[in-house]
């Protein structure tokens, strides 16, 4: 379709729960924002949100806010609306796409109200579509449209009409006539939204990278010192082509304390929780993988802390509260103890001392590590992968 500025329609709406945002979605709103003069996006609630994963409203608008930042033309709200699979034939549905139209015509109804009528009336003849797949449930009977390879719901209704890649499915009381958007297919098979929403490690690549960092699973690889943490992280980041975010205490060491420990202190232990914090959401915001992986975590730094300056420290509890990981990998005490200028618990006594400590410092925050105690490094790295091939991939 080839459009020109003088032939642009006014406005157009999009509505879709956009859980995840996948670069299907992307393609459907640039292809949209180019037929039209001025494109809202109204994204609403999933009606059936993966377990596995914790997505709010705010996650969703922050995904599309940032991937349109660029794009002034393109308008993004959110609506605590549900976009049902019944939605497209229950007119008095109270989760109806009417209903839904109508609250975001209320919505934006105090933006326009300071506008000329021109702003107005643009409302009042805008298009409105919604993402094929959005409204098919597993129980809704469908049917295959053989020209793009989609699946769109069986609709009875005489005003049901296809016009190129989008098919009218109904008008609302309105007057505001309601496109449905078919999952446009490439060469090969193309997932559809559904499944990705369903297994999103499985089809990782087609989720859009603005969206990844809310997918993607943090696994924390703790122990003991000389147990082996660092060397099983590169090992596990190469495997999984992953994103990581190192152990900031060494670094701090370095940077901070002239290479040796002789000088921490107690308030050094927040500035190291600070910088790993910091190191973590860079690490998870530019997800490579379904998995990412942490270099120790802030138990470990608080155990090091109770370690060697005999107290608690409140700033780490908190951060432990706070920026909870998702899974985590502790580490037997049953490897070769390695000096290195840095390490200063190499006896049994030490080691099992702060092996205790981290343990009771799990329980005292709720967490459950998985614990691998091979003896041989290949032997954990293999017992790391098979871990977190079944919680993180299924497999």
């Given at each position: 379709?080839t459009?020109?500025?003088?032939?642009?329609a006014?406005?157009?709406?999009l509505i879709?729960?956009?859980?995840p945002?996948?670069?299907t979605h992307m393609?459907?709103?640039i292809?949209?924002?180019g037929?039209?003069k001025k494109?809202?996006v109204?994204i609403?609630t999933?009606?059936k949100?993966?377990?596995n994963?914790n997505i709010?409203?705010a996650?969703?608008?922050?995904?599309?806010?940032m991937?349109?930042?660029?794009l002034?033309?393109i308008?993004i709200h959110?609506?605590t609306?549900v976009?049902?699979?019944d939605?497209?034939?229950?007119?008095?549905?109270?989760n109806?796409?009417?209903?839904?139209?109508?609250?975001?015509?209320?919505?934006?109804?105090?933006t326009?109200?300071d506008t000329?009528?021109?702003c107005?009336?643009?409302?009042?003849q805008?298009?409105v579509y919604?993402?094929?797949?959005?409204?098919?449930?597993?129980d809704?009977d469908?049917k295959?449209d053989?020209?793009?390879?989609?699946v769109i719901?069986?609709?009875d209704t005489q005003?049901?009409?296809t016009?190129?890649?989008q098919v009218?499915?109904k008008v609302t009381?309105?007057g505001l006539?309601?496109h449905?958007l078919?999952?446009k297919?490439?060469?090969g098979?193309?997932p559809?939204?559904?499944?990705?929403?369903?297994n999103?490690a499985?089809?990782w690549?087609a989720?859009?990278?603005?969206a990844?960092?809310?997918?993607t699973?943090?696994v924390?690889?703790?122990g003991?010192?000389?147990?082996g943490?660092?060397t099983?992280?590169?090992?596990?980041v190469n495997?999984y082509?992953?994103?990581h975010?190192?152990?900031m205490?060494?670094l701090?060491?370095q940077?901070?304390?002239?290479?040796?420990?002789?000088?921490?202190?107690?308030?050094d232990?927040p500035?190291i929780?600070t910088d790993?914090?910091?190191?973590?959401r860079e690490a998870?915001?530019q997800?490579d993988?379904?998995?990412?992986?942490v270099?120790?975590?802030f138990?470990t730094?608080?155990a090091?802390?109770?370690?060697?300056?005999?107290?608690t420290?409140?700033?780490?509890t908190?951060c432990?509260e706070?920026f909870?990981?998702?899974?985590?990998?502790?580490?037997d005490n049953?490897?070769?103890?390695?000096?290195?200028?840095?390490?200063?618990?190499g006896?049994?006594?030490?080691r099992?001392?702060?092996?205790r400590r981290?343990?009771?410092i799990f329980?005292?925050?709720g967490?459950e590590p998985?614990?691998?105690?091979?003896k041989t490094?290949?032997q954990r790295y293999?017992?790391?992968?098979?871990?977190v091939?079944k919680?993180?991939?299924?497999?």
């Amino acid at each position: 379709m080839t459009t020109d500025k003088h032939s642009l329609a006014p406005t157009a709406l999009l509505i879709d729960h956009f859980e995840p945002l996948t670069l299907t979605h992307m393609q459907q709103i640039i292809d949209l924002s180019g037929q039209t003069k001025k494109l809202h996006v109204l994204i609403t609630t999933h009606p059936k949100p993966n377990p596995n994963f914790n997505i709010t409203l705010a996650d969703k608008a922050r995904w599309l806010q940032m991937a349109c930042a660029d794009l002034p033309f393109i308008h993004i709200h959110t609506s605590t609306s549900v976009l049902a699979a019944d939605s497209c034939d229950k007119v008095d549905d109270k989760n109806g796409i009417d209903d839904i139209v109508a609250d975001f015509l209320s919505m934006t109804a105090d933006t326009v109200a300071d506008t000329d009528n021109a702003c107005e009336q643009d409302l009042t003849q805008m298009a409105v579509y919604v993402i094929a797949e959005t409204l098919i449930d597993t129980d809704t009977d469908v049917k295959h449209d053989a020209q793009h390879g989609s699946v769109i719901p069986q609709v009875d209704t005489q005003d049901q009409v296809t016009i190129q890649d989008q098919v009218t499915i109904k008008v609302t009381p309105a007057g505001l006539t309601v496109h449905h958007l078919p999952n446009k297919t490439k060469a090969g098979h193309q997932p559809s939204h559904q499944e990705i929403h369903a297994n999103p490690a499985h089809h990782w690549h087609a989720i859009h990278p603005k969206a990844r960092g809310s997918y993607t699973k943090t696994v924390a690889i703790v122990g003991g010192e000389s147990s082996g943490k660092t060397t099983l992280l590169h090992k596990l980041v190469n495997h999984y082509g992953a994103s990581h975010a190192l152990e900031m205490g060494r670094l701090f060491v370095q940077t901070d304390l002239g290479g040796s420990e002789v000088g921490m202190q107690y308030d050094d232990y927040p500035r190291i929780a600070t910088d790993h914090e910091q190191a973590i959401r860079e690490a998870v915001n530019q997800a490579d993988a379904p998995v990412t992986f942490v270099d120790t975590d802030f138990v470990t730094t608080q155990a090091f802390c109770e370690e060697y300056e005999g107290r608690t420290h409140p700033f780490l509890t908190a951060c432990i509260e706070t920026f909870r990981l998702d899974h985590t990998i502790m580490l037997d005490n049953n490897t070769p103890w390695v000096a290195d200028g840095m390490r200063s618990l190499g006896s049994n006594d030490a080691r099992n001392r702060f092996k205790r400590r981290l343990n009771d410092i799990f329980a005292r925050h709720g967490i459950e590590p998985h614990c691998i105690d091979d003896k041989t490094y290949h032997q954990r790295y293999l017992a790391a992968v098979r871990f977190v091939d079944k919680v993180v991939f299924g497999r």
